[in-house]
């Protein structure tokens, strides 16, 4: 019943002599949630970024569709119907919602030399792409900079599902959003999933994950503390996994002894 779209199998991953990811495993199934969790360079964005062509995977095997495939860019990513929104690079900020939404893909009237921009019909179909996932624009020609931090996420994640994404690969889509912002994005995040496509949602937040996800890879300095299935962990286990008990408290010990030591090297 499950169809897997990804699987990879003890991927690794050095950058010259870095290593920034070593054995990890984990898959993405359509109509499913798979999150991956970490703190700052714990291999979140290489492990993605192997997935969306931009980088190639060092040692391992990746599966699309059961078949083992290293992608040579993210165009061939992209043409096997994996689909990357990046927390900064997915809209130009000066263009307007509906430019964005098709990015180069614009519809056009005429032919050869004559041809034009279809302006009616690209606005009339963004907006209806919109629309679906719910977001209800006043006017799909304002500039997309004019958008907040979710509504410019959630163009992207309308744009990769009408133009036919199987997966879905966000890096930190809630990063640098407010409560009910992220609240909005987990939304489209889950839309996505119940329209069958195959979500990788990047986050450092388990509150975030938890509610959407599926199944949980916590990765911790490039090696995987075990992807686990949404029914075989509790969010406070995750929670705990992701910040690591021992550490907190060595922390909470560090803070609590330190008394006015201002102004040391
Ligand atoms: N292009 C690169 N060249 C060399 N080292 C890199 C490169 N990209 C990442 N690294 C290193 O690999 C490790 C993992 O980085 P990565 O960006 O995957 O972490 P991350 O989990 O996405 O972190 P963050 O939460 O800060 O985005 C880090 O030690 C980083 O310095
Ligand atoms: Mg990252």
């Not at 969790?37 to 391992?60: E, F």
């Not at 407010?178 to 496509?197: C, F, H, I, P, T």
């Not at 994950?209 to 286990?237: C, H, M, N, Q, W």
Request: with cysteine; hydrophobic share 45%.
């Amino acid at each position: 019943m499950t169809h897997e779209l990804i699987r990879v199998e003890d991927v690794g991953k050095t950058y010259g002599s870095v290593l920034a990811l070593r054995e990890v495993s984990t898959v993405v199934n359509a109509g499913e949630v798979t999150c991956v969790l970490g703190d700052n360079g714990a291999g979140k964005s290489t492990l993605i970024k192997i997935l969306a062509g931009v980088h190639q995977h060092s040692s391992g095997r990746m599966l699309v569709d059961g078949a083992a495939t290293t992608f040579g860019s993210p165009r061939e990513a992209l043409d096997a119907g994996i689909a990357t929104v990046y927390q900064d690079l997915a809209v130009v900020p000066l263009m307007s919602v509906w430019r964005n939404f098709f990015l180069g893909s614009e519809p056009t009237v005429g032919f050869g030399p004559l041809r034009v921009l279809d302006r009616k019909k690209g606005k009339a179909v963004a907006k209806r792409a919109l629309a679906e996932m719910g977001i209800d624009l006043r006017d799909v020609e304002q500039p997309v900079g004019t958008l907040s931090g979710g509504e410019r996420q959630c163009v992207a994640i309308a744009r990769a599902i009408h133009f036919g994404a199987k997966a879905l690969i966000l890096d930190e889509p809630t990063a640098a959003l407010g409560v009910k912002q992220a609240g909005v994005v987990l939304r489209y995040v889950a839309q996505a999933r119940d329209r069958g496509l195959g979500v990788v949602l990047i986050t450092h937040n388990p509150h975030h994950a938890y509610p959407v996800g599926d199944r949980f890879l916590v990765l911790k300095r490039g090696r995987s503390l075990g992807s686990a299935e949404k029914a075989e962990i509790t969010l406070a286990e995750l929670t705990r996994q992701m910040a690591g008990g021992a550490e907190l408290e060595q922390l909470a010990h560090e803070l609590g002894g330190v008394d006015s030591e201002s102004g040391a090297g």
